[in-house]
């Protein structure tokens, strides 16, 4: 199945052609208004060649004048074999239809609501007839019923003809043209971002992510340069002093040479002062009951990092090397880590 971009906004046409698979563009003279485009002719070889296969309006009161439009447009140096005349369906556009397919030119039959004008589009050598389901379906009617009758009649009668869905509003229209066999659909860009959009995909995605940085990155990838560290005969007040400026909630203590022996959080300093007073602050951290923090060194991997934090229960893991106290790390550490992605 042929996927287009229906637009005339060309950043967004540029943007979507990057993927690098879309079939080609559709527009319209109402797009490039709407779009304040004044060039039509300079817009019309610009996009040529930007973009695989143009589809481009080819208008006129008789056959002869939609003929002659084509063919103007043709000779702005357009790729015959890349561009497709857009033509609405009459007996007169019909008309003009077999004269440029005589003269291979390619063609697209469009405005159709009803398998009649479907049929004698097909009966005309037209190289897409292009029904407009949402336009069809804001007047009550059953567009994907008559997406299927047109993809029957090619494949029952061999018409060499692509039944083109357009006028796609949702997501579901294209599933609708999919489920119908539709030949080609041409969509808006903001619809065809959303096609790979799964919030299943997502989730695993992450996942995916999560998983690999914790077995490729080393706790030292995620440590701070900041390094909240105390000795026993420093007070408690110079401890907060040291997390305020330091930004932490914890602040390590440690021995004569630098190793760990001890940690402060803010937890322990909001039960100090429940229980013994703002003058607590002035005591030793040496005079403090300390127990062994749970440390880590700096080169171990982030995933024995994780399942450090699972098996003791613990908010924050002491970072040390050579046995002295580097750094900290907390739990939210991992969890904003895997919000990057």
Same mark, same amino acid.
């Given at each position: 199945?042929?996927?287009?971009?229906?637009?005339?906004?060309?950043?967004?046409?540029?943007?979507?052609?990057?993927? @690098?698979?879309?079939?080609?563009? /559709?527009?319209?003279?109402?797009?490039?208004?709407?779009? @304040?485009?004044?060039?039509?002719?300079?817009?019309?070889?610009?996009?040529?060649?930007?973009? =695989?296969?143009?589809?481009?309006?080819?208008? @006129?009161?008789?056959?002869?004048?939609?003929?002659?439009?084509?063919?103007?447009?043709?000779?702005?140096?357009?790729?015959?074999?890349?561009?497709?005349?857009?033509? =609405?369906?009459?007996?007169?556009?019909?008309?003009?239809?077999?004269?440029?397919?005589?003269?291979?030119?390619?063609?697209?039959?469009?405005? #159709?609501? /009803?398998?009649?004008?479907?049929?004698? *589009?097909?009966?005309?050598?037209?190289?897409?007839?292009?029904?407009?389901?949402?336009?069809?379906?804001? $007047?009550?009617?059953? *567009?994907?019923?008559?997406?299927?009758?047109?993809?029957?009649?090619?494949?029952?009668?061999?018409?060499?003809?692509?039944?083109?869905?357009?006028?796609?509003?949702?997501?579901?229209?294209?599933?609708?043209?999919?489920?119908? @066999?539709?030949?080609?659909?041409?969509?808006?860009?903001?619809?065809?971002?959303?096609?790979?959009?799964?919030?299943?995909?997502?989730?695993?995605?992450?996942?995916?992510?999560?998983?690999?940085?914790?077995?490729?990155? $080393?706790?030292?990838?995620?440590?701070?340069?900041?390094?909240?560290? #105390?000795?026993?005969?420093?007070?408690?007040?110079?401890?907060?002093?040291?997390?305020?400026?330091?930004?932490?909630?914890?602040?390590?203590?440690?021995?004569?040479?630098?190793?760990?022996?001890?940690?402060?959080?803010?937890?322990?300093?909001?039960?100090?002062?429940?229980?013994?007073?703002?003058?607590? #602050?002035?005591?030793?951290?040496?005079?403090? =009951?300390?127990?062994?923090?749970?440390?880590?060194? *700096?080169?171990?991997?982030?995933?024995?990092?994780?399942?450090?934090?699972?098996?003791?229960?613990?908010?924050?893991?002491?970072?040390?090397?050579?046995?002295?106290?580097?750094?900290?790390?907390?739990?939210?550490?991992?969890?904003?880590?895997?919000?990057?992605?």
């Amino acid at each position: 199945m042929e996927l287009y971009l229906d637009s005339a906004d060309v950043k967004e046409i540029k943007e979507a052609f990057e993927l @690098g698979f879309l079939s080609g563009l /559709t527009t319209t003279p109402t797009f490039m208004h709407r779009h @304040g485009i004044t060039d039509i002719d300079g817009t019309i070889v610009e996009l040529s060649e930007i973009v =695989p296969v143009l589809q481009i309006e080819a208008l @006129g009161s008789t056959a002869d004048e939609i003929v002659a439009e084509a063919k103007r447009q043709h000779a702005l140096g357009l790729d015959k074999s890349k561009t497709v005349f857009k033509i =609405p369906v009459s007996l007169e556009g019909l008309k003009a239809c077999k004269r440029l397919r005589d003269e291979d030119y390619l063609v697209n039959i469009h405005l #159709v609501y /009803t398998i009649q004008q479907a049929y004698m *589009a097909m009966a005309a050598g037209a190289t897409y007839v292009c029904p407009l389901v949402g336009r069809l379906q804001d $007047q009550g009617h059953d *567009a994907i019923g008559l997406i299927q009758q047109c993809v029957e009649a090619v494949n029952y009668y061999g018409y060499d003809t692509k039944i083109m869905f357009s006028s796609v509003r949702n997501v579901e229209h294209i599933r609708n043209a999919l489920d119908a @066999g539709a030949h080609t659909i041409t969509a808006p860009w903001k619809i065809i971002k959303q096609l790979t959009q799964n919030n299943l995909t997502e989730l695993g995605t992450r996942q995916f992510f999560e998983h690999t940085r914790l077995m490729t990155m $080393q706790v030292r990838d995620i440590m701070t340069d900041v390094n909240p560290v #105390v000795t026993r005969d420093e007070s408690i007040h110079d401890c907060l002093v040291k997390m305020t400026v330091g930004g932490f909630g914890a602040a390590t203590i440690v021995d004569e040479n630098g190793a760990p022996v001890g940690i402060f959080t803010d937890g322990d300093l909001r039960r100090m002062i429940e229980k013994e007073g703002g003058e607590s #602050v002035n005591r030793k951290v040496g005079n403090l =009951p300390l127990k062994t923090p749970k440390s880590i060194e *700096a080169s171990a991997m982030l995933v024995d990092a994780s399942n450090l934090f699972k098996d003791t229960q613990v908010d924050t893991l002491i970072v040390t090397e050579n046995g002295k106290a580097v750094g900290m790390i907390d739990v939210q550490d991992l969890i904003k880590l895997d919000q990057v992605s």
